[in-house]
């Protein structure tokens, strides 16, 4: 168990991830000071609609802050704590949930554990600016610095709709079930009281793969949904354009899609049926390779429909879900335990962009957990498919360091313009301000060396600054 003295002031610099160059450092202050304030567009996130839409308050600074993140999470698990002390439902019911103030103590006694990681950096901001607070957790002064959040999260100012006020949020995007009838958007959108605009993302991760034990209620909810019988392969892809138009008249603008690998091979109509049919029938007759083949047929109709209908295509291969199962068992998915694989896109991608990638009005988003593939194989996709954009650091390589790497290895080939824009992509509400601030200082520092090197002018960095906190995500992701 780690310790930070109680004396340790929580100061964060104002020239903090600038570089240490004192001409490079000046030009970045420049860049970053005409974008510090900008509106924050967050068009890939998983925060609740209902949440905003109910406006309730926070029950707790550990359920805001602490539980519902999986990165606090799996740090705090790595570094020894039980996931049942951090609030997670224990499914084998040997453990309750304990109090709020206990959770928040791990934190605060582990708190060395984060130093240098991104999380900690987050961590820094959110408690410092929106919360008040000058000095750096700690056993000593723990349960001094939960009363002071509880109190703040009591009042009205830190109520949902304020903060989202007070953060500059301007859109947020959710992450949705296909068959969600979408009732806190539209309550949203109803209210002429609230002013921002929050936009469902049509997520059918499950559809995708007939192997996985909740495939059928999953096709068979959309089918419900929908009012289309799903049990044949065209039903459910009739079913889908219907779920997929009903979002479309709830305000999305894009879907969202998480895959082991980003192959695009079609098939045949008669083979993808018969698969359908033997998946829906006994889903252990199913190979491995027929359940391979039917999911690669499925991102192909995806980026059809996309064609059709104008939604962006958000796709995230790459992530090898729930590593330890008897983690999953016990507290269910989302809780630390997704892994890195490694990524591949020119040639699984290949089928698809042959038939799509010129096609107007289509737009891709190829996100990666790999960052070797952002030079090697998504810069140079982007610099030729006018379909295809280059998404930002994501997940485990959404960090300071990876922003530059990213900058440094999709510049050359797709510029700034072929690029998504930040993605905060958390559940954590009260960090979003804390990441969108800390990528606008890291796309600073790396702007400013291209001015000191003069490949740019200041005026050119300027006005990329405020294209890739407006410009650009509006105009990648149709907003």
């Known amino acids: 168990m780690t310790q930070t003295s109680s004396t340790t002031r929580l100061t964060p610099h104002p020239d903090r991830l600038f570089p240490a160059d004192p001409g490079a450092r000046a030009v970045a202050r420049t860049v970053y000071e005409t974008v510090r304030d900008a509106p924050i567009i967050s068009p890939h996130g998983h925060v609740d609609a209902a949440l905003i839409a109910s406006d309730q308050p926070f029950s707790d600074p550990a359920s805001l802050l ?22 997670r ?13 206990t959770i928040w103590r791990q934190l605060a006694e582990h708190w060395d554990d984060f130093l240098g990681t991104p999380v900690r950096y987050w961590f ?27 109190g703040l999260l009591a009042s009205p100012a830190f109520r949902p709709r304020a903060l989202f006020d007070a953060f500059g949020i301007e859109v947020l995007a959710t992450t949705d079930d296909p068959a969600d009838d979408l009732a806190a958007h539209a309550q949203l959108a109803a209210d002429r009281g609230f002013t921002g605009r929050v936009l469902p993302t049509f997520r059918a991760d499950a559809v995708f793969d007939p192997t996985r034990s909740d495939w059928r209620p999953v096709v068979a909810s959309i089918g419900e949904a929908a009012g289309i019988d799903t049990g044949t392969h065209a039903g459910l892809l009739a079913a889908l354009r219907a779920r997929r138009r009903y979002f479309i008249e709830h305000g999305a603008t894009a879907t969202d899609t998480g895959v082991l690998d980003a192959g695009s091979a079609p098939l045949p109509s008669n083979e993808r049926e018969r698969i359908h049919a033997a998946a829906l029938h006994d889903a252990s007759s199913v190979t491995e390779a027929e359940a391979t083949a039917y999911r690669h047929d499925m991102l192909y109709r995806w980026a059809e429909m996309s064609v059709e209908d104008g939604l962006v295509m958000q796709l995230h291969p790459g992530v090898i879900r729930n590593h330890h199962t008897p983690t999953l068992e016990r507290f269910g998915p989302d809780t630390g335990h997704d892994l890195p694989a490694v990524g591949s ?12 990638g010129t096609a107007p009005g289509f737009h891709l988003v190829l996100f990666t957990v790999d960052e070797t593939v952002f030079s090697r194989e998504i810069g140079p996709l982007a610099g030729f498919y006018p379909a295809v954009y280059a998404g930002a650091p994501w997940w485990f390589i959404d960090t300071p360091a990876a922003i530059g790497r990213y900058r440094s290895a999709v510049t050359d080939s797709a510029s700034f313009t072929k690029t998504s824009g930040f993605i905060d992509d958390t559940r954590a509400y009260c960090s979003i301000p804390a990441r969108h601030d800390m990528a606008r200082r890291a796309d600073a520092a790396y702007l400013a060396s291209l001015v000191v090197t003069r490949q740019v002018s200041e005026e050119d960095a300027v006005r990329t600054a405020q294209r890739i906190v407006s410009d650009i995500p509006r105009a990648t992701f149709k907003l």
């Open 66 to 87: 602490i539980t519902p993140d999986h990165y606090v999470l799996r740090l705090l698990h790595a570094n020894g704590v039980d996931l049942a002390a951090l609030g």
């Open 89 to 101: 439902a224990d499914l084998s019911g040997t453990h309750g949930v304990p109090p709020g103030r």
């Open 124 to 150: 820094e901001t959110e408690l410092h600016d929106v919360f008040g607070l000058d000095q750096a957790p700690s056993a000593a002064n723990a349960d001094d610095q939960y009363d002071h959040i509880a």
């Open 345 to 356: 896109f020119t040639e699984p991608l290949r089928p698809l962009l042959e038939s799509f």
